[in-house]
Every structure is written in C-alpha cells, then in structure tokens.
C-alpha cells in the first residue's frame, strides 16, 4: 500500500492534455487542470512485467546499457549503473557509440596512453594538458571501459533527449525499454513505463522497484 501510494502521488502525472498522443491513449486515466493522469494500476503491472523481464536479462548475465543525458538524473544513472555493474551514458551521447563502436574504443586506448605519459618526464604544462584530455574522454566515455561487446538492452529516461541513442539501438536490433510520457512517441520501443520523467523522484520510485532484488 505504501508503494501504491507513493507511486500515486509521484509517477502519474503526465504533460499537457493536448499533447497526449494515440500510442500512449489507454494508459491515461483522466484530464484534470489541463494535465493527464496516467492510470496507476497499469503503471504498476507494467513495472512488475519488466522486473520479471530484467532478472532474467541479469540471470543470463546479459549486458545493460543505461542512457540519460539529463543533467538532473546523472547522479543516479552513476549509481545504480556501478551497483549492477552495468555501462552507462549520462553526460552526452556521441553519434556512433553504437553503430561505430571503433570510435569510442580509440578514445578509451587514447586515454590509456595520457594516462602513461602523465607519468613520463614530461613539463608541467603538458601533464595538466594530458589531464585535460583524459577527463574529458573519460566524461564521454567513461562508462564504456568494460563494454567489450554490444548491449543486450538500453535503458533510456526521455525518448526526445536521447533520440539518436534510441535510431542506434533500433539499426542493430537492440532491445529498448523505456521511461515515455504522455506526448512522447513510442514506436520501436519495446518496453514502455509511462510516467512523470521529469521527476527525479518519480525515477527514482521506478528504479527502486525494478532493482530492488537485483543490486
């Protein structure tokens, strides 16, 4: 009943009543003040279906990829991507970091190497260079270091923000689940939770339950 609750007050709040597209017409509950409201109890059965989903995903050991370039939810991309020992993106996606994987490995090697030479006999000046060089790399790439192989699914907080990580992932067939709102387009998606995105509590709810057997 807590969480029931909790999800009432938190989740179901969608964006403005004439933005509501079709895709997404049966998991509105009702208009009020000009917002719509999600129906909770769909909410919830679509969270406990994809819970069961992703045990399995992390039972085969299956790789995730968590993808939010919004500012506000970084903190908690970091967190429960490093608790599930999972990769990651939240500060900005790349073209190509799927369908061109040779780029990012280049610049994770290219790191390595100003790693290296920040050790070597080399100015003052050109060590804060090097270091320059390797946090900004590590900013965009950090979160890759272990990904040896393409993810078996992306998990992705605004289907608008991240439109170029979501046309990657649908060319190599790459399983996408996603957090949509009200006005968002869900076509190629394959698991949807409609919510509140722009919440970060609202997030957090959603990953507290999804995860919270598994980290």
């Known amino acids: 009943m807590i969480v029931f609750h909790t999800i009432l007050s938190n989740v179901y709040l969608g964006n403005i009543k004439n933005k509501k597209k079709k895709f997404l017409k049966n998991y509105i ?21 994809i819970k069961k989903y992703l045990k399995n995903i992390f039972f085969k050991k299956k790789n995730i990829l968590f993808v939010s370039t919004k500012n506000f939810l970084r903190e908690l991309i970091y967190k429960y991507a490093r608790s599930l020992k999972q990769h990651y993106i939240c500060n900005k996606w790349v073209s190509g970091i799927l369908t061109n994987t040779k780029n990012y490995k280049k610049n994770l090697n290219k790191s390595i190497i100003l790693k290296k030479k920040r050790n070597m006999n080399f100015t003052k ?7 320059k060089k390797e946090k900004k790399i590590e900013i965009l790439y950090g979160g890759l270091k272990k990904m ?35 006005d968002d387009v869900i076509d190629g998606i394959d698991y949807i939770i409609p ?3 722009n919440s970060v509590n609202c997030v957090k709810i959603i990953f507290k339950i999804l995860f919270s057997e598994i980290c």
Request: glycine share 0%.
């Open 195 to 197: 919510c509140n995105n």
């Open 29 to 49: 509950s009702y208009n009020y003040n000009n917002f719509n409201y999600f129906n909770p109890k769909k909410i919830i059965i679509n969270l406990f279906l």
């Open 125 to 131: 000046k050109e060590k804060n260079l090097f270091l």
């Open 148 to 182: 040896i192989c393409l993810p078996d699914l992306i998990i992705i907080t605004d289907v608008k923000k991240d439109k170029i990580a979501i046309n990657e992932a649908k060319r190599l067939k790459i399983k996408i689940l996603a957090l949509v709102d009200s």
